[in-house]
């Protein structure tokens, strides 16, 4: 039987991130809009082109964006939020443009995280007023082209529910979801005009379905997809990031033509699907990672899913388990990176060809795509014995792990007394996060020694004089624990996995984050090893300038692991275990070169949260121990420091003390230390570091502003458990701010201090 292929969105970045140039010299005003649509257009089309090449039936229009697909939809239904002061009918270029960035008189729209990945959307604005109407034809243009090109198209909308769900109500006494029946209509009308432009099926995303929805968003989808049943139009309801069989008997019976789910992050609701009856409806498997970077395993899924296909009554077609907005471009442009580890990747270019080498295999017979299972298996056979993956000495330490290794000796309350004997640190004691400003003298500095241009002994003594200069200027600030100031750092997980086993890195492995910015995250796919000590030597120099305390700077195992591709031959929490060992072990080095404090950044500690409460506490487990097992290997006088920067905690706070870290610094500035509450309340143990001012924005809060901020902490927390510091590292600002807001953070300390 033929099964259809097909795909949920391709990245529109562009492979070599041509989209961001062309944006970037937009909005510098190095360019027409025109020249910026222009290269909009030929993206769209080289993406179509690409994914028609590898041999997919159905390709994806609509899921391109110039900013994001959030704000996309929020033009195409006119619902900008008041405070813009639109008038006119359509939303022009730049009005987009200044809901994404914000312009002089009026602040961005918020952005958000897009369920559990590393992508951002704009958060939709709604209030009593909010109306809707067909305000943008980007889309319908869209199709055009792609028909144009003679691109067999399906079209990607983000569904009613989602689209409601994922906005914020901005004025109280009114809920987001009253909107449904003024918003459908509209709906309605987007579908009647991609029937009339000949498309047949429409995928349309409701990714919230793998959330724990609430009794009225639930009820709600009969209601909505009732109501979008008789345009014409062929609906695909699109599922990812989670299981839906939680919602089974609701997806029996809705009007829709088709259902999408993902099996690579649920693999097991697939039973749930073949048992029921959904034969009367097409059934999308989403079988390949859309999210990972990882080669399938072709043999084993066409298995697989022949059993599928014989089971199901229906009809079947094959995708990604989600849009590949999350993965990179195109492996072929990979040319530094070692054959053997490249034989085991897959981008999205080349997950495309497996789907549709997966759909001909099904069609014609495993012997009509002979040779390229036969590459499959070979590549999946080397991952399974490459001594480059596998190291006998790592996993001998993990199995050999005990309690105690995720213990300090003794409880906080003593540690706390041998810490203070050791550092006798006056109350309320000051001191940063980590970085100092990344001036561009420092990049360059970095850039020509990656270029071979600047010898080891020029690179050693530039950045010694940087942490030397670094550390003078704290002195004079009057900090109490003084930081190297992090200016050897590209980023704060590229600079420790290069220097560790098991990490690759990529050239163009660009992944979309927000708008034009992308990340490149790095690939872990070994057993990671460190072979030798990542910080000391930068650290010890810094300590040997002064004879203040300075605090050794890593970054946490959670969140190596969360900013990194990871390997998918074992769990997260073996992984997370194996960097921990080696964040252990830096942290024991540190120790022996006689630094007392240490802090281990976990930023991405919440980002790691499952989807679904129900996941938490398996996930809260292994995150704790491997952060308890990096470090616990310590005295009890050598004080552990972490950093997380937000300030929603309410929700994970036992997770949070069972950390133990001696002291932990958070962002509270902008949440005004409201968010401190959630110490409070739950008595947390430790010392704490509330965020006295926001690092995030050029603006110098005023002296008393600081103050109030601190003596608001003060009240809610024991003074004799509260450090002084900024919310985050402050490598984004300029030195003279740095400056400046740090002497006034120093002078309310002191004046708190003697005030007490
Ligand atoms: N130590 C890091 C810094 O100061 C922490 C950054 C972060 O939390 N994202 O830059
Ligand atoms: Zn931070």
């Not at 009005?95 to 960035?101: D, E, G, H, V």
């Not at 980007?138 to 079209?155: C, R």
Request: proline share 5%; hydrophobic share 40%.
């Amino acid at each position: 039987m033929k099964i259809l292929t097909h795909n949920l969105g391709f990245p529109r970045i562009g492979a070599q991130r041509e989209l961001k140039k062309a944006l970037e010299a937009h909005w510098k005003g190095q360019s027409e809009a025109a020249q910026l649509l222009a290269t909009a257009r030929e993206i769209r089309a080289s993406n179509w082109l690409s994914q028609q090449k590898s041999g997919i039936d159905l390709i994806p229009v609509g899921d391109f964006s110039l900013y994001d697909h959030i704000l996309d939809m929020t033009a195409l239904l006119g619902a900008i939020p008041h405070r813009f002061e639109h008038t006119g009918d359509q939303v022009p270029l730049d009005l987009y443009f200044a809901m994404a960035r914000g312009t002089v008189n009026q602040p961005a729209m918020e952005m958000t995280k897009w369920f559990n990945t590393n992508y951002h959307y704009i958060v939709p604005e709604f209030d009593h007023n909010t109306r809707f109407h067909l305000a943008s034809d980007w889309l319908f243009q869209e199709i055009k082209e792609a028909k144009v090109l003679g691109i067999n198209t399906k079209v990607v909308l983000i569904g009613p529910l989602t689209y409601l769900y994922l906005g914020k109500e901005i004025t109280p006494d009114f809920q987001r979801l009253d909107l449904l029946p003024s918003l459908l209509p509209v709906y309605r009308e987007i579908l009647q005009q991609i029937v009339a432009l000949g498309v047949e099926w429409v995928q349309i995303d409701e990714p919230i379905l793998a959330l724990d929805l609430e009794q009225p968003w639930l009820d709600s989808f009969t209601e909505a997809y009732r109501a979008l049943n008789d345009t014409g139009s062929r609906l695909l309801l699109t599922s990812y990031f989670g299981a839906v069989d939680h919602h089974l008997a609701l997806l029996e019976n809705l009007p829709v033509d088709g259902l999408h789910i993902d099996l690579s992050s649920a693999p097991e609701q697939l039973e749930s699907f073949l048992t029921r009856n959904f034969s009367s409806k097409i059934l999308s498997l989403g079988c390949i990672d859309g999210r990972n970077i990882w080669r399938t395993d072709l043999s084993q899924k066409l298995e697989n899913l022949a059993q599928t296909v014989s089971r199901f009554k229906g009809n079947l077609w094959i995708a990604p388990s989600c849009s590949l907005l999350h993965c990179p471009v195109d492996l072929s442009l990979e040319t530094k990176l070692d054959p053997e580890i490249r034989n085991w990747l897959a981008f999205s270019t080349q997950k495309l060809e497996e789907i549709a080498t997966l759909g001909l295999g099904l069609y014609q017979g495993k012997e009509s795509i002979q040779e390229i299972l036969t590459a499959s298996n070979q590549a999946n056979q080397s991952r399974k014995t490459s001594c480059r993956i596998h190291n006998p000495v790592v996993h001998h330490r993990i199995n050999h792990l005990t309690e105690r290794d995720s213990q300090r000796t003794h409880p906080f309350a003593i540690r706390k007394q041998q810490q203070q004997q050791r550092f006798n640190l006056p109350l309320l004691p000051t001191t940063t996060i980590g970085s100092f400003p990344q001036t561009s003298a420092i990049r360059q500095v970095r850039a020509a020694f990656k270029k071979n241009e600047l010898s080891h002994l020029e690179y050693l003594s530039a950045m010694r004089q940087e942490i030397c200069e670094t550390i003078r200027k704290q002195e004079e600030i009057g900090l109490d624990v003084l930081v190297h100031g992090e200016p050897e750092r590209n980023d704060m997980v590229e600079y420790f996995g290069e220097q560790l086993w098991g990490y690759a890195f990529t050239e163009n492995g660009w992944v979309q984050s927000y708008g034009s910015r992308c990340v490149k995250p790095p690939i872990l796919y070994g057993d990671v090893y460190r072979p030798e000590a990542m910080t000391v030597d930068w650290i010890s120099y810094a300590q040997s300038q002064t004879s203040r305390p300075v605090k050794g700077m890593l970054t946490g195992p959670v969140t190596m692991l969360f900013w990194s591709f990871v390997r998918d031959d074992q769990p997260r929490a073996d992984t997370a275990l194996q960097l921990a060992l080696a964040i252990r072990d830096e942290v024991t080095d540190l120790e022996k070169a006689g630094i007392g404090m240490i802090q281990i950044d976990e930023p991405a500690f919440r980002e790691g949260l499952p989807l679904r409460r129900q996941d938490w506490q398996h996930y809260l487990d292994w995150a704790v121990k491997a952060f308890r097992v990096a470090s616990s290997g310590v005295k009890d006088e050598t004080q552990i420091h972490t950093h997380m920067c937000y300030s929603e905690f309410h929700d994970i706070l036992p997770a949070i003390a069972e950390l133990d870290a001696d002291v932990i610094t958070i962002e509270t500035s902008r949440s005004r230390m409201e968010l401190l509450d959630a110490f409070v309340k739950f008595s947390y143990p430790n010392e704490i570091g509330p965020g006295v001012y926001d690092i995030h924005s050029p603006r110098i809060p005023d002296t008393s502003e600081m103050l109030e901020l601190l003596k608001k902490a003060s009240h809610h927390i024991d003074p004799k458990l509260l450090w002084v510091n900024p919310d985050c590292g402050l490598k984004t600002r300029n030195w003279p701010e740095t400056r400046t807001a740090l002497q006034k953070m120093v002078d309310c300390a002191k004046s708190l201090r003697s005030a007490l």
